[in-house]
Nanobody, 117 residues
């Protein structure tokens, strides 16, 4: 059974930082591109960042320079370090795994990030 379990969300003031974690189980972690998406109220889900097992990460322009994605393949965990947070970053953040061979896709349950002004 595949599980992606996010943690680290919460309420933070503008300019603050949060670190999200996503622990994966039931998949071959190195076969998956790991990603973070977010969905704000009334908006479509959007890609924040993704990272293959080996290779450069891809960061959305809206968060470039503020957010960093990293992964620990030994721990089957992907992280999203979020600095200089803005109220516009308020959203539910979802962890995503996509198998690079078969394109199977899995989602976590989401974690709320709220940035107050």
């Amino acid at each position: 059974q595949v599980q992606l379990v996010e943690s680290g969300g919460g309420l933070v003031q503008a300019g603050g930082s949060l670190r999200l974690s996503c622990a994966a189980s039931g998949i071959i972690f190195s076969d998956n591109v790991m990603a973070w998406y977010r969905q704000a109220p009334g908006k479509q889900r959007e890609l924040v960042a993704n990272m293959p097992s080996s290779g450069a990460p891809n960061i959305a322009d809206s968060v470039k320079g503020r957010f960093t994605i990293s992964r620990d393949n030994a721990k089957n965990t992907v992280y999203l370090q979020m600095n200089s947070l803005k109220p516009d970053d308020t959203a539910v953040y979802y962890c995503n795994a996509e198998n690079k061979w078969f394109r199977w896709e899995y989602w976590g349950q989401g974690t709320q990030v709220t940035v107050s002004s």
